[in-house]
C-alpha cells in the first residue's frame, strides 16, 4: 500500500530518445516534487509544484519538463535523453502544514542513459 | 545560497556505541529541521523533526537543535549494524507558503559489529 508510487522503477534508454517518469500519491498532499540523486551530490531538485496550476524549477531544470495532471499526478520528461542525466530519480510530497511540512518520497526510478 | 552543510563521512563506529551526526545551516530564519536515512539504493525515509531549541528523544534517536549556532545535530545511542545508512539533513527555508526544503549530502554511516 505505497502513499507515493514511480513508474517504472527502471529504465535503460539510449542517448535522444523522450522518457517520461510517472508519479502518483494517495496521501492528498497538494506538494510534489522531482529530484535527481547522484553519488555524492546528494538530492537536486529539479522542479517543484505547489498546486495543479503552480509549477516552479528548481536547481537543475534544464533539460527536464514537467506536467501535473492532476493533484495525485505529476510527471517528469526528458524531451532528448543524454548519458549525464544517468540517476536515481525520486517523487516526493508533503502538506501545506505551518509546522513540520516532512516530504515523503516515492521508491525512485533509476535511469541510465546509454 | 541557502545551504545545508553534513560531513560526508564516512563515519565508523562499532556496535553499541553513540553515533553522532552534524548539521549546519546557512539560512538563519529557518524554521523546520528533519533527518531522514536512506539505505543504499532506497528512498530516503523520515526519522525525525524538531523545530525548537533543546533536544527531542525518539527512542535510540534524538535530535538537537541550537539555532543561535544554525546547528541540528542526530544521536544514534546503542547503534546497530541496520543503522548503517546515510543521513540526510534538510531544512526548512523560505517563509510562508513559499517554503522548499533544502538537503544536506549526507553523512555515510557504518556500524561494524
Known amino acids: 500500500d505505497a502513499d507515493v508510487t514511480q513508474t517504472p522503477r527502471n529504465r535503460i534508454t539510449k542517448t535522444g530518445k523522450r522518457i517520461m517518469l510517472e508519479c502518483s500519491q494517495t496521501k492528498g498532499h497538494d506538494r510534489m516534487y522531482w529530484y535527481r540523486q547522484d553519488p555524492g551530490l546528494g538530492l537536486q531538485l529539479i522542479y517543484y509544484s505547489f498546486d495543479v496550476k503552480d509549477i516552479n524549477k528548481g536547481e537543475i531544470s534544464d533539460g527536464y519538463s514537467v506536467s501535473r495532471q492532476a493533484q495525485a499526478k505529476f510527471s517528469l520528461s526528458l524531451e532528448s535523453a543524454i548519458p549525464n542525466q544517468t540517476a536515481l530519480y525520486f517523487c516526493a510530497t508533503s502538506g501545506t502544514g505551518v509546522v513540520n511540512n516532512e516530504q515523503f518520497f516515492g521508491p525512485g526510478t533509476r535511469l541510465t542513459v546509454l | 545560497q541557502k545551504e545545508v552543510e553534513q560531513n560526508s563521512g564516512p563515519l565508523s563506529v562499532p556496535e553499541g556505541a553513540i553515533a553522532s551526526l552534524n548539521c549546519t545551516y546557512s539560512?538563519?530564519?529557518?524554521?523546520?529541521f528533519f533527518w531522514y536515512r536512506q539505505y543504499s539504493g532506497k528512498s530516503p525515509e523520515l526519522i525525525m523533526f524538531i523545530y525548537s531549541n533543546g533536544d527531542k528523544e525518539d527512542g535510540r534517536f534524538t535530535a538537537q537543535l541550537n539555532k543561535a549556532s544554525q546547528y541540528v545535530s542526530l544521536l544514534i545511542r546503542d547503534s546497530q549494524p541496520s543503522d548503517s545508512a546515510t543521513y540526510l539533513c534538510a531544512v526548512k527555508m523560505g517563509g510562508g507558503s513559499n517554503y522548499k526544503l533544502t538537503f544536506g549530502k549526507g553523512t555515510l554511516l557504518t556500524v561494524n559489529p
Open positions: 539560512d538563519r530564519g529557518s524554521q523546520s
